[in-house]
């Protein structure tokens, strides 16, 4: 067990704050639709609907709108949608993980490259920095559930791997393939998760100056902001000197 990220902190704020935005909620929406399509439309037989459909509620997303993205799936929308992932490294030689949903490959590639050249980076191949990644699942919880050690004996005995708990928060950590089950064991006993989805998880963090984190947060926010790119994760933190002049 290990305090969190002060970067992902950063992030996890930052997620809250821009919870509202219709740029959200279009991803969000477009995760659902993708979900639905390729399984079931009923999240409770459809895991990666499911954990969709558990994400937009944690941004606060009403549920007309979720039901409506649902529907939009049956419709045929969401056919078109590739799903692919980039990788590249950023400034001071930061590994960068993008994921994307587009129906556009020509244009995401294009965006995706010109934002990493850009921003002192560099587009890699598929692989290029993923070994340096553990694809696992996470589910969150607000410090106010319990201390570390009730958090961690619950989060052992629902099958998770992993936990780091800081005054913030709780993130748990568990094989990808076992999510929504942990995630369930878990619900029964500390009750709704915020989050539980599949992420990248680095391996190693490499902590970055100030004029470094600055650089990333530049590259990140752009890529974050192509309505065709879903996730962006890197493997740095930010020293707590540093994350407060951020």
Request: charged share 30%; net charge negative; glycine share 6%.
């Amino acid at each position: 067990m290990a305090g969190h990220s002060k970067w992902a902190n950063i992030q996890h704020r930052k997620g809250k704050q821009d919870a509202a935005r219709s740029k959200m909620f279009s991803k969000l929406s477009k995760e659902i639709t993708v979900a639905a399509k390729m399984g079931d439309p009923d999240p409770e037989k459809n895991p990666r609907l499911r954990l969709a459909v558990k994400a937009a509620k944690s941004q606060s997303m009403p549920k007309d709108v979720i039901d409506r993205a649902i529907k939009k799936s049956q419709a045929g929308e969401g056919d078109d949608y590739t799903e692919i992932r980039y990788e590249g490294y950023g400034p001071n030689g930061i590994a960068v993980i993008v994921e994307a949903m587009t129906d556009n490959l020509n244009r995401t590639a294009s965006n995706v490259r010109s934002t990493f050249t850009k921003n002192g980076g560099n587009l890699g191949t598929t692989g290029s920095v993923s070994f340096m990644f553990d694809r696992v699942g996470e589910i969150t919880y607000p410090a106010s559930v319990g201390d570390a050690e009730t958090v961690l004996m619950a989060a052992i005995e629902a099958g998770a791997e992993d936990v780091e708990s800081d005054e913030e928060g709780h993130w748990i950590y568990c094989p990808m393939e076992s999510l929504s089950e942990v995630s369930e064991a878990l619900e029964a006993a500390l009750g709704e998760a915020d989050e539980a989805k599949l992420i990248w998880k680095p391996q190693n963090r490499t902590e970055v100056d100030l004029e470094t984190a600055q650089k990333l947060m530049k590259l990140i926010d752009t890529l974050e902001d192509d309505d065709d790119v879903q996730s962006v994760t890197a493997n740095f933190d930010v020293p707590e000197d540093v994350a407060a002049q951020l």
